[in-house]
């Protein structure tokens, strides 16, 4: 779930702008000088870029943190506990150069998933050359493979190899000025420079060529969603002109070789080509297992040999869907309150393994969903505690089963722990009362609204 965190922060932050109409000026001034500083499991701290605004930290916890937890959670189907940091509070802390040059690292690296190493990556038949070739262009970046172009389809490794280099690099230099950015990025940040002024030498189109020119290593993720645009296109070509005319190192990755991109401008799709091209295929059967047992060796989980040949023989595509596997089986297990069996393993992964049978929603699936969303188990939803971190899930749920089953109020009492109907209506009365509170309500309609999209996604 942290890998995806990073991958999805620009798609978050989007999100986020959408979903709460937050107005382009207030994004680009709040919203877009947040970055991921560090998670550690369900606890993410926001780093606050606020270097030009002066500190920011309190107006932006006190405005916009509910905005983004709840963007995060419909995104990634987790609830993170969020803390800020800001960097203009750290800078002012910072009293040494060396101190200030790493700030500096913070603010152009925010992106880089410091997990996504060479010694975390798994080397199989699929992807020996494109290791082989991103390491050696990690140890001589710009003097070997220029440029490095690693292709092939989803959750296969591309970007983990990519953030591999950039963090050996920075590792052992650290005076490299390393860039990683997703081509949806580097579109956006175009446009805004191009709309800020319709001048070639305005600052804004100074500063953005400024921050992608002044560096050693520019690795840019998902390449073919420039196709279709034209001054993205035009950007990036005397971009890649200038970093290559320099030596400086530039690593891309695409879902698809560069002969194949047929809307491509024909200038760009000659530089792809003009250094070394690399694939990823889907993994073997042998290095989905290793995968498997990293995974389980990294989070301590014990795991029948069956249940894991079970996964690595039924999804064979895509790693991003192995790891998610694991925490789908062992979050089951944990939510059932029951022992990693087989048959536990085939019903929580049935709609990974079977995606065309569609997930009955029962009153059980409704207790599972909401017990996740609040961190508490099933066991817990369905005893008779009282206290308000599980007292409120339980109505909540009551309150779901109500409306999205066509089950009785004595049906799901006795499904909830053998209660009596009219605690039934009791829950859902209650919940509908603060519904109709105006002042109260915003917070318990988010809280509904995520856990609706978690329940019935379609």
């Given at each position: 779930?942290?890998?995806?965190?990073?991958?999805?922060?620009?798609?978050?932050?989007?999100?986020?702008?959408?979903?709460?109409?937050?107005?382009?000026?207030?994004?680009?001034?709040?919203?877009?000088?947040?970055?991921?500083?560090?998670?550690?499991?369900?606890?993410?701290?926001?780093?606050?870029?606020?270097?030009?605004?002066?500190?920011?930290?309190?107006?932006?916890?006190?405005?916009?943190?509910?905005?983004?937890?709840?963007?995060?959670?419909?995104?990634?189907?987790?609830?993170?506990?969020?803390?800020?940091?800001?960097?203009a509070a750290l800078d002012e802390q910072s009293k040494s150069r060396d101190q200030k040059k790493?700030?500096?690292?913070?603010?152009?690296?925010?992106?880089?998933?410091?997990?996504?190493?060479?010694?975390?990556?798994?080397?199989?038949?699929?992807?020996?050359?494109?290791?082989?070739?991103?390491?050696?262009?990690?140890?001589?970046?710009?003097?070997?493979?220029?440029?490095?172009?690693?292709?092939?389809g989803p959750g296969l490794g591309k970007t983990h190899l990519m953030h591999a280099v950039a963090?050996?690099?920075?590792?052992?230099?650290?005076?490299?000025?390393?860039?990683?950015?997703?081509?949806?990025?580097?579109?956006?940040?175009?446009?805004?420079?191009?709309?800020?002024?319709?001048?070639?030498?305005?600052?804004?189109?100074?500063?953005?060529?400024?921050?992608?020119?002044?560096?050693?290593?520019?690795?840019?993720?998902?390449?073919?969603?420039?196709?279709?645009?034209?001054?993205?296109?035009?950007?990036?070509?005397?971009?890649?002109?200038?970093?290559?005319?320099?030596?400086?190192?530039?690593?891309?990755?695409?879902?698809?070789?560069?002969?194949?991109?047929?809307?491509?401008?024909?200038?760009?799709?000659?530089?792809?080509?003009?250094?070394?091209?690399?694939?990823?295929?889907?993994?073997?059967?042998?290095?989905?297992?290793?995968?498997?047992?990293?995974?389980?060796?990294?989070?301590?989980?014990?795991?029948?040999?069956?249940?894991?040949?079970?996964?690595?023989?039924?999804?064979?595509?895509?790693?991003?869907?192995?790891?998610?596997?694991?925490?789908?089986?062992?979050?089951?297990?944990?939510?059932?309150?029951?022992?990693?069996?087989?048959?536990?393993?085939?019903?929580?992964?049935?709609?990974?393994?079977?995606?065309?049978?569609?997930?009955?929603?029962?009153?059980?699936?409704?207790?599972?969903?909401?017990?996740?969303?609040?961190?508490?188990?099933?066991?817990?939803?369905?005893?008779?505690?009282?206290?308000?971190?599980?007292?409120?899930?339980?109505?909540?749920?009551?309150?779901?089963?109500?409306?999205?089953?066509?089950?009785?109020?004595?049906?799901?009492?006795?499904?909830?722990g053998n209660r009596h109907h009219s605690t039934i209506l009791h829950s859902v009365e209650l919940?509908?009362?603060?519904?109709?509170?105006?002042?109260?309500?915003?917070?318990?309609?988010?809280?509904?609204?995520?856990?609706?999209?978690?329940?019935?996604?379609?």
């Amino acid at each position: 779930m942290e890998n995806e965190l990073y991958q999805r922060w620009e798609e978050i932050l989007q999100h986020m702008k959408v979903s709460f109409d937050i107005t382009d000026v207030s994004y680009r001034t709040f919203i877009k000088i947040l970055s991921i500083y560090s998670v550690e499991d369900t606890n993410l701290t926001i780093l606050i870029d606020d270097i030009n605004i002066g500190n920011s930290k309190s107006f932006i916890e006190k405005k916009y943190n509910r905005f983004l937890s709840v963007a995060i959670e419909e995104i990634t189907g987790v609830h993170y506990e969020i803390s800020y940091l800001s960097l203009a509070a750290l800078d002012e802390q910072s009293k040494s150069r060396d101190q200030k040059k790493d700030m500096k690292k913070i603010r152009l690296n925010p992106s880089i998933n410091p997990n996504y190493t060479f010694d975390t990556f798994i080397v199989g038949d699929n992807n020996d050359y494109a290791h082989a070739a991103s390491l050696k262009v990690a140890e001589e970046p710009g003097d070997t493979y220029n440029p490095l172009f690693i292709y092939g389809g989803p959750g296969l490794g591309k970007t983990h190899l990519m953030h591999a280099v950039a963090n050996y690099i920075l590792g052992n230099d650290k005076n490299k000025e390393v860039l990683y950015v997703t081509s949806e990025t580097f579109t956006n940040e175009i446009v805004d420079a191009v709309r800020d002024s319709k001048n070639e030498y305005s600052t804004a189109r100074q500063e953005f060529r400024k921050k992608y020119r002044d560096i050693d290593v520019l690795l840019i993720d998902d390449i073919q969603f420039i196709i279709g645009k034209e001054s993205t296109q035009m950007e990036f070509f005397h971009t890649f002109n200038h970093l290559y005319e320099s030596h400086k190192q530039i690593i891309i990755s695409s879902d698809k070789h560069p002969s194949t991109m047929t809307m491509l401008e024909e200038r760009l799709r000659s530089r792809f080509e003009m250094g070394l091209t690399v694939d990823i295929k889907p993994p073997t059967y042998e290095t989905r297992m290793a995968i498997l047992r990293k995974k389980v060796s990294e989070e301590n989980i014990i795991l029948d040999n069956k249940i894991l040949d079970y996964i690595a023989s039924n999804i064979v595509s895509n790693i991003r869907e192995l790891q998610g596997a694991i925490i789908k089986v062992t979050s089951f297990s944990k939510l059932c309150d029951d022992d990693i069996t087989m048959d536990l393993a085939r019903e929580a992964l049935a709609d990974m393994i079977s995606p065309d049978v569609k997930k009955e929603i029962t009153v059980e699936y409704i207790a599972e969903t909401v017990a996740d969303h609040f961190g508490i188990t099933v066991k817990d939803l369905l005893s008779s505690k009282r206290n308000s971190n599980i007292a409120f899930p339980r109505h909540i749920c009551m309150y779901l089963c109500r409306n999205i089953t066509d089950i009785s109020l004595m049906e799901i009492g006795s499904r909830l722990g053998n209660r009596h109907h009219s605690t039934i209506l009791h829950s859902v009365e209650l919940i509908e009362k603060k519904l109709k509170d105006e002042s109260k309500n915003a917070e318990l309609k988010k809280t509904l609204d995520v856990l609706n999209k978690k329940i019935n996604p379609q």
